[in-house]
């Protein structure tokens, strides 16, 4: 998959916490393969940011939100019970963990972030009515990088 996200910030502060969080939608399209077509995913979610007093910047993040599919991925399809079929609308997750590339570089890239991220879309363990009781979802593993200016 390759996405493209864009962070508006809304606020420095949550609850008097040093925590930013934006507003972060997103465009994703998952690749062809052998086992799915390719497909197209909106995302519109909410990412918290808490940056870690080190020597070297870490930042964590956790966004919550919704996604919308234009067709279910593979890894979705295999998580479903026969005869099940999956929402293209599903809640939406992301936790993260970024680490600023000007502590280690310098200037240069000094708003540039590198970052390990779990994409989630989740069917909230078939309690959410709005994603019709099912069980399913998808987790993927991303390295991303990241520019703040």
């Avoid at 040093?18 to 086992?35: E, L, Q």
């Avoid at 919704?66 to 609308?89: F, R």
């Amino acid at each position: 998959m390759i996405s493209l996200f864009y962070g508006h910030p809304l606020s420095d502060t949550f609850f008097g916490l040093p925590v930013s969080i934006y507003f972060t939608p997103g465009i994703i399209w998952h690749k062809n393969s052998d086992v799915q077509d390719n497909g197209y995913e909106i995302v519109a979610a909410m990412k918290a940011y808490y940056t870690i007093p080190l020597p070297w910047h870490v930042r964590l993040g956790a966004a919550t939100g919704i996604s919308y599919i234009t067709d279910t991925t593979y890894i979705e399809d295999i998580d479903m019970d026969p005869g099940e079929i999956s929402s293209k609308l599903l809640q939406y997750l992301d936790f993260s963990v970024d680490l600023n590339l000007g502590d280690l570089f310098g200037e240069p890239v000094e708003d540039l972030w590198l970052g390990y991220g779990i994409h989630h879309r989740s069917a909230v363990f078939e309690q959410s009515s709005q994603y019709g009781h099912f069980k399913g979802g998808s987790n993927y593993n991303t390295v991303y990088l990241q520019y703040h200016y």
